[in-house]
Every structure is written in structure tokens, then in C-alpha cells.
């Protein structure tokens, strides 16, 4: 199967290209990037050298449309909507990594992302591409709406709790970190190195874009209309998503227990890795990767129940649940060219 890749300079680019590379049934044929055009692809990143031979272009839609099968978008928000309506009328698959098609709220996306929603025949025909919880649906998708990285760390680490019924829906605290790409590797002075070393700092409270995705997603597995309390800081390492979940818990449960729901609930999905009780996730332990490992403590004496929830935001939230979704798409094993092992140390 012939794939293209637009936004091809960026990070999630080179990571698709990373896991493309050796996966079985797939060529990566084009890379569209307008700024780029007739730049060879190892001329931005050299470590490709020898390995990558292609030369970025210029999209054509009805060119690209003839030649591959599906379209990765790994583009800043507001670029993707204006593309892929077209590509899905001309019969190709798209895989969007941006936020264009993940809400369904015209009036949330506005206020989050300071432009009109995508046309509501195609925001209708999106997948919301959270592999686990959205399995069978992914399968007959032409649309998938890959899900931002603070979410999916943030959803999978709350759904099998809040679908349980043992926590209450009202008190959901995320504190979330992440590392510096994800900012994108656009040049921004709260991201130079002076600022950012030995640095630790919360951003974006109350207007992070990614908040009315985690409400929806986990409004929808309630089903009723949820509010989460979400900070997310930015801390000085290069790859890693760690949230930390804090909710009350509607009955009295040990932590053994939470692990074994938790365990249960997961037992079909060999991205998500439940650590044993005594045992906490770290960054470093999925960086590379598409795991995420989720980590439980309940808290007796104040009957909270706290999950921890890590992932590689490159990898499983965003590139590697990519291609996961693409595997699903085609019937494939859901693991094909994503067993990497983690980067440790």
C-alpha cells in the first residue's frame, strides 16, 4: 500500500517515517511539504542520510489522490480541514493528526482553536481514533481523527474507572507534564534552551485546546456531559506525556482491586500495560514506544483513587496511534511494524 505523509518537516513526520520504514505492508511513496518543495527529505533531518531518499513536494491533490491509498496529515491545527474533504471524495483514506476533525462542537472548536470547524458532512464521517475504546468503528473508517497526546494518556488512564461506575464523574483532577516537543518543533522563546532548562512551569490553564476533546471523549462514556480540572506543565526533557489523575471514589476499594479491574479491562490491548501494585510508571519506561502504562494507588484515608498514566507523546499519542489505527483500518495485526521495543536509558 502506497502512503504520503503532508507536513513533512515537522516531528510527527519523521516518527511515521521511523515506524513506516520496516513496517510490512507499506511504502511511504510521497511527502508533501509546500514550504520544502524539491528539498530531499535527509536534507532536514540528516540522520536519514542514505536511508530516506525522497524528495518533499508540493501538494496536488488530485495527483496525490491517483498514486497513494492513504494520506497521513501531520500539519498544525487549521490545515488538515481545507485538504482532506477532498481527498475523501476522490476515494483516499486520511489519517489526521491535527485537532480538525476531533471535536464535534462548531461553537468549542471556534473558541479553542480560533477558526470555523470543518465541514459538518465530514466531521460526521470522523472517527475519533482512540484504538482501544474505538476499535470497531476505526475498522470501517475513511476518516480517522487521530487523538491529541495529553488526551490519550489523560482517557485511557480515566475510561476504565469512569465506565466501572466507581468513581464520581464531578471530580476529575488532571495535573499532566510533557516534554518539549510537544510544542512542535516550530521556533518559540518559552522553548530556547536558556528558558526551558532547569525549568518547570504550568501553561494554558483553562484555555489548553485539548480540554474539550478529553470532556467529550469521556462525556461520551459516561453518557452524560462531564468537566474535568486540567493543568498541563511543560518540563525540560524532549519526549514523554505523565498524567496524573486524582478522583473520588464512590465505594470503598483496595488498591489490588483497581489493578485487577484495570487489567480486565485492557486484557485485549497490548499497548496498555498495567503496572503491579507497588509500581509506578515513568516517562523514560515507554519513551520510543507505543505503550502506555498506567500505574494505581488507592488512597484510603482520603478515598481517592490515583492513576498515572504514561506515554511517548510522538509515539502513542500521536504517530505510532497512527499507524495503529492504520492496521485496524486494513485488517492487519494491530502491532504490525509498532514492536519496537522502549529507549532505555
Known amino acids: 500500500m502506497n502512503v504520503a505523509i503532508v507536513g513533512g518537516t515537522g516531528y510527527g513526520a519523521v516518527e511515521l517515517l521511523r515506524f513506516l520504514y520496516n513496517h510490512p505492508h ?29 524528495e518533499m513536494e508540493a501538494l496536488d491533490v488530485e495527483n496525490l489522490a491517483k498514486e497513494v491509498d492513504v494520506v497521513f496529515f501531520a500539519t498544525p491545527s487549521n490545515v488538515s480541514k481545507h485538504v482532506i474533504p477532498s481527498l475523501i471524495d476522490l476515494g483516499v483514506k486520511c489519517i489526521d493528526l491535527s485537532g480538525d476533525f476531533r471535536l464535534r462542537d462548531g461553537g468549542l472548536y471556534k473558541s479553542y482553536y480560533g477558526e470555523d470547524i470543518a465541514e459538518e458532512t465530514y466531521i460526521q464521517q470522523a472517527v475519533y481514533g482512540l484504538c482501544e475504546i474505538n476499535r470497531q468503528e476505526i475498522k470501517e473508517a475513511s476518516l480517522i481523527a487521530n487523538p491529541g ?126 503496572r503491579e501494585e507497588g509500581t509506578i510508571p515513568q516517562t523514560k519506561e515507554v519513551f520510543g514506544s507505543n505503550y502506555c502504562d498506567i500505574g494505581l494507588y488507592v488512597d484510603e484515608r482520603t478515598g481517592k483513587l490515583i492513576i ?22 486494513n485488517g492487519w495485526d494491530e502491532t504490525t511494524g509498532l514492536t519496537q521495543l522502549p529507549i532505555y536509558p
Do not use: W
Request: aromatic share 8%; proline share 5%.
Open 308 to 329: 498515572v498514566s504514561v506515554i511517548d507523546n510522538l509515539v502513542k499519542g500521536a504517530s505510532g496511534q497512527a499507524i495503529q489505527n492504520l492496521n485496524i483500518m
Open 149 to 274: 497526546c495529553y488526551p490519550t494518556a489523560t482517557t485511557l488512564g480515566i475510561i476504565p474507572a469512569l465506565s466501572k461506575g466507581i468513581i464520581d464523574k464531578k471530580q476529575i483532577i488532571i495535573d499532566a507534564k510533557t516534554g518539549t516537543t510537544g510544542a512542535g518543533r516550530s521556533l518559540a522563546q518559552g522553548f530556547h534552551f536558556s528558558e526551558m532548562q532547569e525549568n518547570f512551569k504550568a501553561y494554558k490553564l483553562g484555555v489548553h485546546k485539548h480540554i474539550p476533546e478529553i470532556e467529550q471523549v469521556l462525556s461520551d462514556v459516561a453518557n452524560t456531559e462531564l468537566q474535568v480540572t486540567f493543568t498541563p506543565h511543560v518540563v525540560p526533557m524532549t519526549r514523554g506525556i505523565m498524567s496524573t489523575i486524582y478522583v473520588d471514589l464512590k465505594e470503598k476499594l483496595s488498591t489490588k482491586e483497581a489493578i485487577n479491574l484495570y487489567k480486565e479491562f485492557y486484557r485485549n490491548d497490548p499497548f496498555v500495560r498495567i
Open 26 to 54: 507499506v511504502k511511504v511513496a510521497k511527502i508533501i511539504s509546500h514550504s520544502n518543495s524539491g528539498i530531499p527529505f535527509s536534507e532536514v533531518y540528516p540522520h536519514l542520510t542514505n536511508i530516506v531518499d525522497l
